[in-house]
């Protein structure tokens, strides 16, 4: 008797693991169909990002707002994951790793609020930024430290001063 439940038992089994598995596939199927309209920034835009918290950036460490300038260049920092994470095909990630020293310099400027130290490292940044624009040959696209605030709805001079 055992052995003939077994014998039927088998059978269905298989009989259910492949309708499971139709299901499963079908499934799978359907998700990689919706996952091709799911929205993502392109590399323009991640730049987009950075170019405004470069921006935000700089008035927060030129005013000594030194917690705004912090989140402004965690921010960057953010941004530049995020491109590792969804342009891993682009050849202009390679690059970014010259990034990681100047951002380093700014943050140290920041953590020890001294103005002097963070001007001398913003402009390191902006001009590695420029170098790294030359290197993967998008030279055209300049980048200066900013003379007018990206805002007209943003403080940034601390409100504790």
């Known amino acids: 008797m055992k052995k003939l439940n077994y014998l039927l038992f088998v059978p269905l089994l298989l009989l259910v693991s492949c309708n499971d598995s139709n299901k499963l596939h079908e499934q799978v199927d359907n998700l990689k169909a919706k996952s091709l ?76 609020k001294d103005l002097k130290s963070f001007t001398q490292s913003f402009a390191n940044l902006t001009k590695t930024c420029n170098a790294c624009h030359q290197s993967v040959k998008f030279g055209f696209n300049i980048v200066k430290i900013p003379d007018t605030p990206p805002f007209s709805n943003q403080e940034f001079v601390p409100v504790h001063k």
């Not at 920034?41 to 170019?51: A, D, K, N, R, S």
């Not at 705004?68 to 960057?76: P, Q, S, T």
């Open 37 to 112: 309209n799911i929205y993502k920034p392109g590399f323009g835009e991640f730049m987009t990002y950075i170019q405004i918290h470069h921006a935000k950036l700089w008035f927060a460490g030129k005013n000594q707002n030194w917690e705004l300038a912090k989140f402004e260049l965690d921010e960057i920092t953010e941004t530049i994951e995020a491109i590792k994470k969804y342009e891993k095909e682009r050849e202009e990630i390679k690059v970014l790793p010259i990034l990681n020293p100047v951002m380093d310099s700014v943050r140290i400027a920041i953590n020890k």
